[in-house]
Structures are given as structure tokens and as C-alpha cells.
């Protein structure tokens, strides 16, 4: 009597276990979306001594099949071309995100603003017309909104890799070029590992009206990947895991200007 007692209350309590481990599982979704954008801007360069540029640049996002205001990114920074393999630089872009609104605000659409600095290291290599290039960018964002650092890092950090190709036409103005850009999170949210965040391919022209302007043309897709984690408020524990993926298609036209 006493062991068939004792069995069932080893089944009870096996069963109770597995429910609360069966309650404590993250939920874990996948949410994907496309979308048709485009980005619009212009850069001034000036030569300050040798080898030395800054530069100026303004540009404007547009999401939702172009017809709602994304973003926002002014920026300034310098470059250095140390010879004709080598280059680097440094960049600081302020950043205008216009959001959507939340349920608790009734949806009302608000500006978040960030700060982005970046730096590059590029390495090129000339073989006849054709120029191949791989550019290093450590990037780092910082938000000013207020996040739960569980769920967000206020200040995130990227490492992005560049492989470049670009052809120079000999009797037209034209270069062409395609491109594919990999970005890696270093420090992603407590609850998830590091992770391929986000893959770019791109393909376009540019085009030189003379020595000093230029415009460049591309078709750009990315392929953008987001965890987006949920914990407990009362407890910080991990609630839900939703990745997010966006193929988004991007039309640019850029404008360049040098003196």
C-alpha cells in the first residue's frame, strides 16, 4: 500500500515539474515582412590637406512602398587616404526615426532620436578597369529613449564587413559596381546569442557630370533580421523571443560634391 502511494505521489510531482517548466518556455515567433523603399540625399566633401577630407552629408528614408518619412540622417566625418591600397575614417551621424506610435500613446506617431559613430577601414586593390575593395565598419548606436536594458542595449554595437567590386567605363562616365555587405551584432540582448543582423546586396552606378559632382543610382536589397525579447517585468525573466525578418527592396539616388 505504502509503495503504491508513494508512486503516485512521484507521478504528481514529476507532472507538477514538467508544468511549470512547460510554463516557464520562452515563446518563440517569426514575423516577416516586405517592404519598397527609398533613400534620397547628398554629401559635400572638402580637401583640407593632403590625403585629408570632411564631409557633410544629409539623407532621407522613405518606407511603407515610399509614401511615409523613415528617417533622417545627417552626418559629418573625416577621411584619411593613407596610399592607394589603404584608407580609413570616422563618422558622426545624428539620427531622426519617425515611429508609428505605441498602443499606450493611442498610436500617436513621435521622433526617436540616436547617435551613431562609426569608423573605416578600407583596403582596395586596382586590376586594369576593375577596382575590388573591403571595407571594416565598428559601429556603434547609441538610443535616448527609455528601454529595459534586458530587452535592449542602449548602446549597440555592429561590426560591419564589405566586399566591393566597380568597374571604370573607358569612353563614358559611367562606373558600375555590386556590392555585398554583412552586419554582425556584438553585443546583442542578454538572452541571445550573437547573430548575423543583417545581409545587403546592392547594385548601381555612378556617374560623374565632371571632376568635382557626381551621382550614384542603385538597387539595394536587405535582408534584415531583429530578436526582439520580452521578460517579466516582475521578475526579468525571459517571456517571449519574436525574430523579425524584413526583405526590404531600396531604390537610392545619391549626390556627391567635391571641392
Same mark, same amino acid.
Given at each position: 500500500?505504502?509503495? &503504491?502511494?508513494?508512486?503516485?505521489?512521484?507521478i504528481?510531482? !514529476?507532472?507538477?515539474?514538467?508544468t511549470?517548466?512547460?510554463?516557464?518556455e520562452?515563446?518563440?515567433?517569426?514575423?516577416?515582412d516586405?517592404?519598397?523603399?527609398m533613400?534620397l540625399?547628398?554629401?559635400? +566633401?572638402k580637401?583640407i590637406?593632403?590625403?585629408?577630407?570632411?564631409? &557633410?552629408s544629409?539623407? !532621407?528614408r522613405?518606407?511603407?512602398?515610399?509614401?511615409? $518619412?523613415? =528617417?533622417?540622417?545627417?552626418?559629418?566625418?573625416l577621411?584619411?587616404?593613407?596610399?592607394?591600397?589603404?584608407?580609413?575614417?570616422a563618422?558622426? #551621424?545624428?539620427?531622426?526615426?519617425?515611429?508609428?506610435?505605441?498602443?499606450?500613446?493611442d498610436?500617436?506617431? /513621435? &521622433? %526617436?532620436?540616436?547617435?551613431?559613430?562609426? !569608423?573605416? *577601414?578600407?583596403?582596395?586593390?586596382? $586590376?586594369?578597369? &576593375?577596382?575590388?575593395s573591403?571595407?571594416?565598419?565598428?559601429?556603434?548606436?547609441?538610443r535616448?529613449?527609455? #528601454?529595459?536594458?534586458?530587452?535592449?542595449?542602449?548602446?549597440?554595437?555592429?561590426?560591419?564587413?564589405?566586399?566591393?567590386?566597380?568597374?571604370?567605363? =573607358?569612353?563614358l562616365?559611367l562606373?558600375? *559596381?555590386?556590392?555585398?555587405?554583412?552586419?554582425?551584432?556584438?553585443?546583442?540582448?542578454? *538572452?541571445?546569442?550573437?547573430?548575423?543582423?543583417?545581409? =545587403?546586396?546592392? #547594385?548601381?552606378?555612378?556617374?560623374?557630370?565632371? =571632376?568635382?559632382?557626381?551621382?550614384?543610382?542603385y538597387y539595394?536589397? %536587405?535582408?534584415a533580421?531583429?530578436?526582439?525579447?520580452?521578460?517579466?517585468? +516582475?521578475?526579468?525573466?525571459?517571456?517571449?523571443i519574436?525574430?523579425?525578418?524584413?526583405?526590404?527592396?531600396?531604390l537610392? $539616388?545619391?549626390?556627391? /560634391?567635391k571641392?
Open positions: 500500500m505504502k509503495n &503504491w502511494k508513494r508512486t503516485i505521489f512521484t504528481a510531482l !514529476l507532472a507538477c515539474v514538467g511549470v517548466g512547460a510554463q516557464t520562452p515563446e518563440r515567433t517569426t514575423v516577416e516586405t517592404d519598397l523603399q533613400r540625399g547628398f554629401d559635400i +566633401s580637401k590637406a593632403r590625403g585629408l577630407d570632411v564631409t &557633410w544629409e539623407e !532621407l522613405m518606407k511603407n512602398t515610399i509614401s511615409t $518619412v523613415d =528617417r533622417i540622417h545627417s552626418g559629418l566625418g577621411s584619411y587616404k593613407v596610399n592607394s591600397y589603404f584608407s580609413l575614417g563618422e558622426y #551621424i545624428f539620427i531622426a526615426i519617425n515611429h508609428d506610435g505605441k498602443k499606450s500613446t498610436y500617436q506617431k /513621435y &521622433w %526617436d532620436l540616436r547617435h551613431r559613430v562609426r !569608423l573605416n *577601414f578600407t583596403a582596395s586593390y586596382k $586590376v586594369g578597369q &576593375w577596382k575590388f573591403l571595407r571594416e565598419r565598428p559601429q556603434m548606436t547609441i535616448t529613449d527609455s #528601454i529595459n536594458p534586458l530587452e535592449k542595449r542602449k548602446t549597440e554595437f555592429v561590426l560591419r564587413s564589405r566586399l566591393k567590386a566597380q568597374y571604370t567605363c =573607358r569612353t562616365p562606373k558600375p *559596381f555590386v556590392y555585398v555587405e554583412v552586419y554582425n551584432t556584438l553585443n546583442a540582448p542578454k *538572452f541571445v546569442s550573437n547573430y548575423v543582423e543583417k545581409i =545587403r546586396s546592392e #547594385i548601381g552606378v555612378d556617374y560623374d557630370l565632371n =571632376r568635382r559632382s557626381s551621382f550614384t543610382f539595394r536589397f %536587405d535582408y533580421i531583429t530578436k526582439d525579447v520580452e521578460v517579466k517585468k +516582475s521578475t526579468g525573466a525571459l517571456k517571449s519574436t525574430t523579425e525578418k524584413a526583405y526590404n527592396h531600396i537610392g $539616388v545619391f549626390y556627391s /560634391y571641392f
